[in-house]
């Protein structure tokens, strides 16, 4: 069995020189020895040298393999790739009788593909059945079987089987023989490896397993508050090793690298910010499909069906990936909102397109609806079946239709992810290999999986400082290394013996993560090994964690000197955002005042919100009414609270509109008619709201919103024929008007003329009103006193009174003040109203309105914008403009702007 021996750096470059081949574990490993030789042949005096043979063992291995097979030691058979051979699992696994029940055939696929590998790793393939076995086991040896049956078939074999295949091709005529062979940075090598190099060793190779050279080392232990604390201290002592030697190398060293990613990210980017080159790079990168171009190819190829959500419509016409977006981002975001208006959770390419071609709109973007037109007829040339290559293809081909990656120049970031998606396309189009005709969904749908589990990271310059994985250091050295995360919690790692192979066979062989003693063992020599890779090493653990549990140090650290704050030097200095903080010059701005309305030169559009919002915050009257800062609509499935409130509106029209009277009303009831009625004129209203809304209504849903009107609607009738006598006067009445020169717009939802004399302003709500909101200089609700202002001059006879018909799950009936109580059931007379007991009379009360909207009206005007809340929960509650107006900060900024001096 070959052992690992301590091979110097200068013995191993020696050996290359001589035309020795250096194998490695990875591919960084691979790149780092072959920058050092350069190195070091510079540093000889060398003007000329060969570059070494310098190779990461499985790449070697298939190049061996090809050799072989051009030579004719081995036949003819094609090496599926890991996609390839983890969709051939997938889909023996569907079409078993085990995989039947499988909710993820795909994440089970990638399972067991890892124990396939693992037992030819441990060359157990034939002792997988000698133990006893539990239904996953198996199941797993089933399905090898069908896997070994469909290779021997087709001719293909397994990257598991490489090794197995050369170690019998290389007894037949060994071209290594009187060659040198070194490995590097293998922390073990497996059963498997082992037999391949016992027959090259016997066939008269010579193999060196390099151990490396341990230099005299500083290491210590570090305890930090937290894992947040944790990157801070690193980040400060990265600092200050990079001031005082800007060329010295660094590793950090992250156990769980892929979780703590953004966090060390963003501090590493704040401490080391450079101007030039950057000063950290780290080895893991994101998933493909997480980065912003690819989204966007995933989001048009998701318009096959011509028919996407909202919110993937709204990804789209924001991205700045597709043509004409540097000439149409306004219009294109200004279409974002109008189909957020339409209230329809879903879109079709067609509606799309009419939106995008409405030219007297501020949202006509031409060139985003021509790029739709040439998308639709694309998708209508598509075969419904077809193979994976075909569709690789076509994929391709329908991105640039689309414009895909040309809405501006990309930067060199993009540029990279650009070619990383064409590589790809080219590895997804292999998957024809293995794969029958399918759909293009189903196509997309693998594509989609290899995107997120294709692992990418942009190319950038060498950086001083390396952030790596746990087992991504083998073999390198550094100048120092920061080893972070060391608690007890997760070193030692947590022992996973793998669901497929049998828990004893694990046991018996020790295989990898089978049980904690292998962990235990495994940990202590890429701990050893991690301790020897810099000159100096600190490592660090957290006390604690979330929940604020209790965290100790890994026992396998416990003789380390323990380290204190003042021993690391960390840098202490200010960071760019504290350099800006600390240089910030201020300037007091007045901002509760805004330029007044110049009505020759200014639109302002708005109804009974003019007057609501500057009741209730000036400032949230300004935003939104003059500024144009609205939100977004939400849309919902189904009819949102607003559709729903409009329907019951539009129902209760239609069956007045109809009745006209409540004389009408108790004659129709008498007669058994009502309920038709009413069925009728629900029916009527959803065919006109369905012209509008047509994904909203499925059928079931329907028939439930029909039959939650009809209830409601016959109770509300209930109460109106408790009323004294009325006749529908009109209702949805249309008034343009004015009010102290701003323009005014409302619809009255109804007026009934009394049979005694007068009439009454109705107005329907669906929410929780009451009568006490009206009053005061800045009345929370003043809907109705604007109603009283505009329309008192308009009638022939005194208006008597106004009424919320409340119209909510939780209470029915009418809220509002009368002029004598009388004319509505439950409706008080104002005499009887706490906040207008002390007026003389109905004619007061309908003064003090008016004086009320006009002073609210004539503020409006003048441009008074201050941040006041009428009532800060209320008002503010639903708000989404307190970024804008910052009333949250604002207690805040008045004590900071204490003793500054401007």
Not at 324 to 345: H, I, K, M, N, Q
Not at 855 to 878: H, I, M, Q, T, W
Request: negative net charge; hydrophobic residues 40%.
């Amino acid at each position: 069995m070959l052992k690992p021996q301590l091979i110097t750096r200068s013995e191993l470059f020696s050996r290359l020189e001589q035309g020795a081949i250096l194998l490695t574990g990875n591919l960084r490993l691979c790149r780092f020895l072959g920058q050092a030789h350069a190195e070091h042949a510079a540093a000889q005096k060398q003007v000329v040298w060969l570059t070494p043979e310098v190779i990461p063992l499985k790449d070697w291995m298939l190049q061996v393999r090809e050799t072989l097979l051009i030579n004719g030691q081995i036949k003819t058979g094609i090496i599926l790739n890991p996609q390839q051979e983890i969709l051939l699992w997938e889909t023996i696994i569907r079409n078993s009788p085990e995989g039947e029940a499988l909710l993820r055939p795909h994440a089970t696929a990638r399972q067991v593909q890892q124990a396939w590998q693992l037992l030819h790793d441990w060359r157990l393939e034939e002792a997988a059945d000698t133990h006893d076995l539990n239904e996953d086991a198996q199941a797993f040896l089933n399905w090898c079987t069908s896997f070994r049956a469909t290779c021997q078939d087709k001719g293909w074999i397994s990257p598991a089987q490489v090794s197995n295949q050369l170690s019998v091709a290389l007894r037949q005529n060994n071209p290594f023989v009187d060659k040198t062979i070194m490995l590097a940075g293998f922390d073990e090598l497996t059963p498997q490896q082992q037999a391949l190099f016992s027959v090259l060793k016997e066939l008269g190779t010579e193999i060196f397993w390099q151990l490396p050279e341990a230099p005299s080392t500083e290491s210590g232990l570090f305890k930090c508050v937290d894992e947040r604390d944790e990157i801070l201290q690193m980040a400060g002592w990265l600092r200050q090793q990079l001031n005082v030697k800007p060329e010295i190398s660094i590793a950090v060293i992250v156990p769980n690298l892929e979780q703590r990613r953004a966090a060390i990210v963003r501090e590493l980017s704040s401490v080391l910010a450079c101007e030039s080159a950057p000063l950290f790079n780290l080895s893991l990168g994101r998933s493909l499909s997480q980065y912003p171009l690819i989204q966007t190819a995933f989001y048009l190829l998701a318009c096959l069906h011509k028919r996407i959500d909202l919110a993937t419509a709204s990804a789209l016409l924001c991205s700045p990936f597709i043509r004409g977006w540097e000439l149409e981002s306004s219009s294109r975001a200004l279409l974002d909102r109008r189909l957020r208006e339409t209230g329809e959770p879903d879109v079709s390419l067609n509606t799309l397109i009419y939106f995008s071609t409405q030219e007297a709109s501020s949202w006509f973007s031409p060139l985003f609806a021509e790029q739709l037109r040439a998308l639709s007829q694309f998708i209508d040339t598509l075969p419904a079946k077809n193979n994976v290559g075909h569709w690789a293809e076509q994929f391709s081909r329908y991105l640039a239709v689309a414009g895909w990656s040309s809405g501006r120049s990309l930067s060199s970031e993009e540029f990279q992810t650009l070619e990383a998606w064409q590589k790809l396309l080219a590895a997804f189009a292999r998957l024809d290999l293995v794969s029958n005709n399918i759909k293009a969904q189903e196509a997309l749908a693998y594509l989609r999986q290899q995107a997120s589990e294709q692992t990418f990271q942009a190319e950038s310059a060498a950086a001083p400082v390396q952030v790596l994985g746990l087992y991504e250091a083998s073999g390198l050295q550094f100048d120092a290394l920061w080893l972070m995360g060391m608690s007890d919690a997760v070193w030692p790692a947590t022992a996973r013996p793998n669901p497929f192979i049998s828990l004893a066979l694990q046991r018996q062989h020790e295989m990898p993560h089978a049980t904690a003693t292998r962990e235990l063992i495994v940990a202590r020599q890429l701990t050893q090994r991690l301790l020897t890779s810099a000159a100096t090493v600190i490592v660090s653990y957290p006390a604690s964690e979330t929940g604020n549990e209790t965290l100790r140090p890994s026992t396998l650290f416990k003789n380390l000197p323990r380290l204190e704050k003042s021993d690391l030097s960390c840098w202490q200095g200010e960071s760019w955002q504290d350099l800006i903080q600390k240089n910030k010059q201020l300037e007091l701005l007045s901002d509760d005042a805004a330029p007044a309305i110049d009505l020759e030169h200014e639109k302002v559009r708005g109804g009974s919100s003019i007057i609501r919002l500057q009741s209730n915050c000036p400032f949230h009257a300004f935003a939104e009414l003059r500024l144009g800062a609205r939100p977004f609509a939400q849309v919902d499935i189904g009819l949102d609270a607003m559709s729903r409130g409009t329907l019951m509106h539009r129902v209760l029209e239609l069956v007045w509109d109809t009745l006209e009277s409540q004389a009408c009303l108790l004659q129709i009831e008498a007669e058994n008619k009502l309920i038709t009625l009413v069925e009728d004129m629900i029916r009527m209203a959803i065919k006109e709201m369905q012209q509008a809304l047509p994904q909203s209504f499925s059928h079931e849903y329907l028939k439930l919103e029909s039959s939650r009107l009809q209830g409601y609607v016959m109770r509300w009738l209930e109460l109106e024929k408790q009323r004294a006598p009325f006749h529908l006067h009109e209702s949805e009445r249309l008034i343009e008007t004015q009010i102290k020169g701003i323009p005014i717009r409302l619809k009255l939802d109804r007026v009934d003329k009394l049979d005694e004399g007068g009439y009454l302003v109705i107005d329907y709500k669906t929410g929780s009103v009451t009568a006490s909101q009206w009053f005061g200089e800045r009345p929370e609700e003043p809907q109705l006193p604007l109603y009283a202002q505009i329309y008192a001059h308009l009638l022939d006879e005194e208006l008597q009174g106004l009424v919320f018909a409340q119209l909510s799950a939780k209470e029915l009936g009418f809220k509002g003040i009368s002029a004598d109580g009388e004319c509505v059931p439950k409706v008080k007379a104002y005499t009887d109203m706490k906040q207008t007991r002390e007026m003389s009379s109905w004619s007061a009360v309908l003064d003090n309105w008016k004086n009320t909207v006009e002073n609210l009206a004539l503020d409006f005007k003048a441009g008074k914008a201050e941040v006041d809340p009428l009532k800060e929960g209320n008002s503010c509650r639903y708000c989404e403009l307190n970024t804008l107006c910052r009333i949250h900060e604002q207690n805040i900024l008045q004590e900071n702007m204490d003793g500054v001096q401007v």
